[in-house]
């Protein structure tokens, strides 16, 4: 009899598998708070990041349970999507706080003042 319901693992492998998606779980709870209280839209940037990550995860780890490498090719798929969505925010986030220097613009080092 397998752990897990629907799934060929059984023994340490079910368990650790078991034991990961509830970690998995745990931080996506964790994530989705952050989220939704985040103060700041870079948090909620990060924090979607870290969300789609965590769900990569998940996807792979299902992968293994049911034993269908197709999932594999989703869950690479998703990780590629995330990745390209991340930095599409993180830009956006950057040209709406207006931190992105002009052309010919002169960028102070920190500490240091630029007259004129």
């Known amino acids: 009899m397998s752990l897990l319901i629907g799934t060929n693992l059984s023994g340490p492998l079910a368990w650790g598998a078991v034991i990961a998606a509830m970690l998995i779980l745990a931080g996506v709870i964790c994530t989705l708070y952050r989220l939704v209280v985040g103060k700041t839209l870079p948090d909620r940037v990060v924090a ?3 969300l789609s990550m965590l769900l990569t995860a998940l996807l792979v780890l299902f992968s293994l349970a049911v034993e269908e490498g197709a999932y594999l090719d989703a869950a690479l798929a998703m990780a590629l999507v995330s990745f390209l969505a991340t930095v599409a925010f993180a830009r956006y986030v950057e040209r709406r706080d207006g931190r992105r220097p002009k052309a010919g ?6 500490g240091k003042r630029i007259d004129g």
């Open 48 to 50: 979607l990041d870290l």
């Open 105 to 110: 613009q002169r960028i102070a080092k920190p």
